[in-house]
């Protein structure tokens, strides 16, 4: 790393103190937080999936159809409130990062996994396939087995 | 075949690699203990102004477009659960590049993570 971005680095790390008491808390708002992003994630991509479908595929790459498509994409609410979604999973992901271990946050987060499966057969009666369900609970044993680890194991700067 | 290789390696590498640099960015601002708005923007501010965040963002960026990239000569059947492998490259970065300590307990729920991604997304049907 070049020694200005060290600096850069160190200058930032001084702003912000941190708090040893909040190291007790560690783990309750780390799962409140995984669980907004894993809650968040699914949500943005169907509201977003929803808002492309409706408005259609591009005619044509022609700039002018290319300008029509981003203009139809942008004056459709639902594809708003996907950005919106996915933009606070995204402010989520962020500040659970600055405390938990990304190898924590990463795997715990495929959640979000199995909430789209359930959310594909209660909202969109799509048929699960018991391939699907196997995978889902292989994901959740996973995410279990992650979560009894300790979700930071580094020194905070 | 070439063209999608490069892809799958900018997919988990890229994507990956710019998550890591995300967190270590993230965790050069530090732990987040107040949650009113307006100091998680203050956070996301500090966080801009290094250079990891920016470096994550992009390489973040280039992970998703090769995806697409992939998506348009490959079936989805076939690009999604290969992307499971990220998982490992990230519990690999979280230890080597991060300083994570990755315990055997951790492998082996990261082990079932990508094999349940995997199903999940070959059990679309």
Partial sequence: MPASA?????????????????????RPKTYAMI????????????????????????SSWAPSDVFHFFFRAFATSTIWIGIGLLLAFFVAYLLVLSWADYSYVQPSSALANGLTALLALLVLHEVITPLRWAGVLLICLGVFVVGHTHP?????S | MLTAFIFYLLIIFSGTGGEMCVSRAMKTVGEV?????????????????????WLGVGMMAVGFFSLLGMLSIANVSFVFPATA???????LGGKFFLGERITAQRW?????????????VIGKG
């Fill in chain 1, 152 to 156: 930071r194991t580094t020194e905070q």
């Fill in chain 2, 108 to 120: 082996a729920g990261v082990a079932l993570v990508a094999i349940g991604v995997a199903l999940v």
């Fill in chain 1, 6 to 26: 060290c600096d850069r680095e160190e200058e930032v790390s001084t702003k912000v103190a941190t708090v040893p008491s909040a190291r007790k808390n560690l």
């Fill in chain 1, 35 to 58: 669980l907004l992003m894993v809650i968040l994630n699914p949500f943005g991509n169907i509201f977003l999936g929803k808002g492309m479908k409706r408005i259609g595929a591009m």
């Fill in chain 2, 85 to 91: 492998l990220s998982y490992g490259v990230g519990a």
């Fill in chain 2, 33 to 53: 203990t107040d949650f009113r708005p307006r100091s998680i923007g203050r956070t996301i501010l500090l966080a801009l102004k290094v250079p990891w965040m």
